[in-house]
C-alpha cells in the first residue's frame, strides 16, 4: 500500500517568511495529492491539490510542486501570516488517501 | 462549513460498549468515507462507501463495521471498545468514485472517548 511521509513535523516562521513542506510517496499509481490544514479540535480543510499531469501549481499565496520521478511533492507557503498557523497534512491518493503524519506551522509575529 | 455533517459531535462512553456514529454527505456526493485521528497514529483511512456498496477498506478492525443507507448517509458502528479507540472519527463525501481520484470534503468530526 501507500505510504507517505511528511517533514518536517513542526515549523516554526517568523511572520512574512515562507515556509515549505515536503511529502514523499511510494506508490508510483498514485495521481493525486491534496493538502489539508487542520486547526486545532476542527476538521481537515483542503488548501490546495495537484493531479499526476502537472508539475505545479498555485493559488494566491500557497504554491504546490510535485516530482513524479523522484515521487515527492512540496507545499509552499509565502508571506506567511499568523493565522497560517495549524497542523498540515499532505496524502496521496491510490484508491484510497494516505495521509502524511502531519506538520505543525507556527508563525510567529 | 464543507456540507458534510456528523452526529453525535462529542461521545463519552465505557469500555465493552458499543457506539453508532453518523454521518450524511454533501448534497449529491455518493461516496463516504471514514477516517479516524488519533494523536500517535494521525488520520488513518478505515472504509469507503459508494452508492450503498463497500468500496475499498483500510485498516479497520473487525469490531467496527459501517454501512451506507439508501438515502446516502452513512453509520460506523464501533463495539467492544477499548480505550484505544478514543479519537476523533471524520466522515468525509465526494462526488463519485470513478474517473480517477476526487477532493474528498471533511465533516466536522465526532470525538469520542472511551473510559
Known amino acids: 500500500g501507500e505510504n507517505v511521509e511528511q517533514h518536517p513535523s513542526t515549523l516554526s516562521v517568523q511572520e512574512g517568511d515562507s515556509a515549505v513542506i515536503k511529502c514523499t510517496y511510494s506508490d508510483s499509481a498514485s495521481n493525486y495529492f491534496p493538502w489539508y490544514k487542520q486547526e486545532l479540535g476542527k476538521r481537515p480543510q483542503l488548501i490546495i491539490d495537484?493531479?499526476?499531469?502537472?508539475g505545479e501549481k498555485k493559488d494566491q499565496r500557497i504554491a504546490v510542486t510535485l516530482n513524479k520521478t523522484a515521487k515527492h511533492f512540496s507545499l509552499h507557503i509565502t508571506e506567511t501570516q499568523p493565522e497560517d498557523s495549524a497542523v498540515y497534512f499532505c496524502?496521496?491518493?491510490?484508491?484510497?488517501?494516505?495521509f502524511g503524519a502531519g506538520t505543525t506551522v507556527t508563525v510567529r509575529a | 462549513d464543507s456540507g458534510v455533517t456528523q452526529t453525535p459531535k462529542h461521545l463519552i462512553t465505557a469500555t465493552g460498549q458499543r457506539v453508532t456514529l453518523r454521518c450524511s454527505p454533501r448534497s449529491g456526493d455518493l461516496s463516504v468515507y471514514w477516517y479516524q485521528q488519533s494523536l500517535d497514529q494521525g488520520l488513518q483511512f478505515l472504509i469507503q462507501y459508494y452508492n450503498g456498496e463497500e468500496r475499498a477498506k483500510g485498516n479497520i478492525l473487525e469490531r467496527f463495521s459501517a454501512q451506507q443507507f439508501p438515502d446516502l448517509h452513512s453509520e460506523l458502528n464501533l463495539s467492544s471498545l477499548e480505550l484505544g479507540d478514543s479519537a476523533l472519527y471524520f466522515c468525509?463525501?465526494?462526488?463519485?468514485?470513478?474517473?480517477?481520484?476526487?477532493?474528498?470534503?471533511f465533516g466536522p468530526g465526532t470525538r469520542l472517548l472511551v473510559l
Open positions: 495537484i493531479r499526476s499531469n502537472v
Open positions: 496524502a496521496a491518493n491510490d484508491y484510497k488517501l494516505s
Open positions: 468525509a463525501s465526494s462526488p463519485r468514485t470513478s474517473g480517477g481520484p476526487e477532493t474528498q470534503y
